[in-house]
């Protein structure tokens, strides 16, 4: 068994961390947990679709056609903010590569000293200076970087926001420095849809109950008019409870933009002074915070989701049997092939006598040859004139 790495080209957003969900071949980001955001598209279009079907028919015909107008506008802009808001990028940060975690910590090494063993490290933080004020970056175990002013690390998404204002189950996602005006607008909007449903609602109630009063209506028609108000009584409790939330909500953040603080740095206390501590965010001045945080511009994504990278992958190969690589791989006329000599179940059949012959072969005793005998070796010619030759000179 041998491992082969395989490169490959993905996406990068197949192969970044954290809890996030995607879709779309990475143009749609959202958190894992979507079931309230559902919940929230089901009761927007549902409460929507209701007073387009028993309202809007009546008062475009007694007040005026402009109602169901304006009432789809602002359905629109809520659905494509809500939208907006769910399936874009909050500002999650980049992890650091092992290169630059490795950096990183002996940074923080040679900073901090030896520390002995059994006392506790200091804090690993950084401080820099904004608008004369002393801010402190923490460092993230988890994404392995120093977070940027502002940022902080979401348990839900598992990842580091920047600008991380909260995490918003009803939109299914983090609300952070890419997505919090769209998030804002979103609820602005659907406060002034809630207002501008409930209040029709009871103009509808009302104008029809106007000539012999609500109970009367009731026992005049009982077998039509009861089946047809339970969509109205359905709206109002909707709208009803809906509105609180809603337009509390939008009040809260209409209230942290114009001071230019997020939900993170209230609920945390970032700000409140007790310190003597202030905002350095802050403009001192409302419409500047304002338009800073709504109108300014628009961040880039700084993931990259959609680009290419190399991806290496192990792919095991086994290594194959004798008589599959001969039967897989064809071997040439002028190549000799030698059939094993233990028989098994992989051997074919063909080869089975020519092995039973070899063992035969090599059973067989062997025969003994005789040992040559000992025969003098023969005189060359010129070896008997050179003695003769020598005789003669002695004599």
């Given at each position: 068994m041998s491992a082969v790495m395989i490169t490959r080209k993905v996406r990068k957003w197949e192969k970044l961390p954290g809890k996030n969900t995607f879709c779309c071949d990475g143009r749609v980001m959202m958190a894992r947990q979507?079931?309230?955001?559902?919940?929230?598209?089901?009761?927007?279009?549902?409460?929507?679709?209701?007073?387009?079907?028993?309202?809007?028919?009546?008062?475009?015909?007694?007040?005026?056609?402009?109602?169901?107008?304006?009432?789809?506008?602002l359905f629109l802009f809520v659905v494509a903010m809500l939208l907006r808001t769910s399936f874009?990028?909050?500002?999650?940060?980049?992890?650091?590569?092992?290169?630059?975690?490795?950096?990183?910590?002996?940074?923080?090494?040679?900073?901090?000293?030896?520390?002995?063993?059994?006392?506790?490290?200091?804090?690993?933080?950084?401080?820099v200076q904004i608008n004369n004020q002393i801010v402190k970056l923490k460092y993230c175990y988890t994404c392995?970087?120093?977070?940027?002013?502002?940022?902080?690390?979401?348990?839900?998404?598992?990842?580091?926001?920047?600008?991380?204002?909260?995490?918003?189950?009803?939109?299914?996602?983090?609300?952070?420095?890419?997505?919090?005006?769209?998030?804002?607008?979103?609820?602005?909007?659907l406060s002034l849809l809630t207002i501008y449903i409930f209040t029709f609602d009871i103009v509808h109630v009302v104008m029809r109950s106007v000539d012999n009063g609500?109970?009367?209506?009731?026992?005049?028609?009982?077998?039509?008019?009861?089946?047809?108000?339970?969509?109205?009584v359905l709206?109002?409790?909707?709208?009803?409870?809906?509105?609180?939330?809603?337009?509390g909500l939008t009040g809260f953040h209409t209230y942290l933009i114009?001071?230019?603080?997020?939900?993170?740095?209230?609920?945390?206390?970032?700000?409140?002074?007790?310190?003597?501590?202030?905002n350095p965010y802050s403009h001192?001045?409302?419409?500047?915070?304002?338009?800073e945080v709504l109108c300014g511009p628009t961040f880039p994504s700084v993931l990259d989701r959609r680009g290419l990278m190399q991806d290496e992958s192990p792919a095991s190969s086994t290594s194959a049997e004798p008589s599959s690589?001969?039967?897989?791989?064809?071997?040439?006329?002028?190549?000799?092939t030698t059939a094993p000599l233990i028989q098994n179940e992989h051997t074919p059949d063909d080869a089975k006598p020519s092995i039973a012959a070899s063992a035969e072969k090599s059973d067989s005793p062997r025969e003994e040859v005789p040992p040559a005998p000992n025969v003098p070796p023969l005189a060359s010619p010129e070896t008997d004139a050179e003695a003769s030759l020598t005789k003669d000179k002695a004599q």
């Open positions: 979507k079931g309230v955001f559902y919940l929230t598209l089901f009761l927007i279009v549902g409460t929507c679709s209701l007073f387009f079907a028993f309202e809007c028919p009546y008062l475009a015909v007694h007040l005026s056609p402009a109602i169901p107008f304006f009432a789809a506008l874009s990028d909050p500002g999650v940060l980049p992890r650091a590569l092992a290169e630059e975690a490795t950096f990183i910590e002996m940074e923080i090494e040679a900073a901090n000293g030896n520390v002995p063993a059994g006392q506790r490290p200091p804090p690993r933080i950084r401080n392995k970087i120093f977070r940027p002013p502002r940022a902080s690390h979401c348990s839900i998404c598992d990842n580091c926001v920047d600008r991380f204002d909260h995490h918003c189950p009803w939109v299914g996602n983090c609300v952070g420095k890419r997505n919090y005006r769209y998030f804002y607008m979103f609820t602005l909007s609500f109970l009367n209506t009731l026992k005049e028609t009982p077998g039509t008019y009861p089946l047809k108000l339970w969509p109205h709206e109002v409790l909707v709208c009803f409870f809906t509105l609180w939330s809603v337009v114009s001071l230019n603080q997020t939900t993170n740095e209230d609920i945390k206390g970032s700000w409140s002074g007790k310190n003597r501590i202030q001192k001045n409302i419409i500047k915070n304002c338009c690589s001969s039967s897989s791989n064809p071997v040439s006329q002028t190549t000799k």
